[in-house]
């Protein structure tokens, strides 16, 4: 079964800072891999994907994500932390199957950036 | 902005009531999935609609059911509502063509079982 996990809770990083938000998955077959956020009363915002190409993917708001298929990783960074960066994140694999695709998410990992 | 939309924004039920649930998104998409978000948790899956029949379900029971007409809005209705209920539910309309398969999440609507 294919699954996602995010082993970090709350990560906490200085404005300024480069930040990273971990995520692995499982999945048999070629995945495609996905990064959201959510604010606080909203709904889940596309940050960028990864389904082939170069393991570097480019997203909105300065963040990006290196896919690395032999650590089974598609982590979430950022060069530098901006307070307003504070947000929810969800990775997410998608599921092909059954004639239909739906998407699987981690817990969540709640970043907090500090002035 | 996605252009997806849901109403309302809030709503509180109590057990045992039914509710309905809408979404709609500005330029038509044929694939519409809806998504269960308990708090402290990441969506849950609960079906997916394509031209309006439902071609994927996730583990939820038969009192969650939908709809998808055939301007491609949508309605998630829950019969018999129960207390774990209580989440924030999200529709996603599905853009796919050329290398992209994505999914765009609505705002959500906030359902409180009391």
């Known amino acids: 079964a294919q699954s996602v996990a995010q082993p970090e809770d709350q990560v906490n990083v200085a404005e300024g800072n480069p930040l990273t938000v971990k995520c692995t998955y499982s999945?048999?077959?070629?995945?495609?891999l996905f990064w959201y956020v959510q604010y606080p009363n909203r709904g889940l915002q596309f940050l960028l994907k990864?389904?082939?190409?170069?393991?570097l993917v480019k997203g909105s708001y300065g963040f990006e994500a290196e896919f690395n298929k032999s650590q089974t990783s598609f982590h979430l960074k950022k060069p530098s932390a901006l307070v307003s960066d504070s947000a929810l994140y969800f990775c997410?694999?998608?599921?092909?199957?059954?004639?239909?695709?739906?998407?699987?998410f981690g817990a969540g990992t709640r970043l907090a950036v500090h002035p | 902005e996605t252009g997806v939309t849901q109403s309302p924004t809030h709503l509180i039920k109590t057990r045992g009531q039914q509710v309905t649930l809408r979404c709609s998104s500005q330029?038509?998409?044929?694939?519409v999935s809806w998504y269960q978000q308990a708090l402290g948790q990441g969506p849950q899956f609960i079906f997916q609609?394509?031209?309006?029949?439902?071609?994927g379900r996730g583990n939820f029971p038969p009192r969650f059911s939908g709809l998808q007409f055939p301007n491609y809005s949508s309605e998630l209705n829950v019969n018999a509502l129960e207390l774990d209920d209580s989440a924030l539910y999200l529709c996603?309309?599905?853009?796919?063509?050329?290398?992209?398969?994505?999914?765009?999440f609505g705002p959500g609507t906030r359902l409180t079982v009391l």
């Open positions: 990864y389904i082939t190409g170069d393991n």
């Open positions: 996603a309309i599905r853009e796919t063509g050329g290398s992209t398969d994505t999914q765009y």
């Open positions: 609609y394509y031209r309006e029949e439902e071609n």
């Open positions: 330029s038509g998409h044929n694939t």
């Open positions: 997410a694999v998608t599921h092909l199957g059954g004639g239909y695709n739906k998407l699987i």
């Open positions: 999945v048999s077959g070629n995945p495609y």
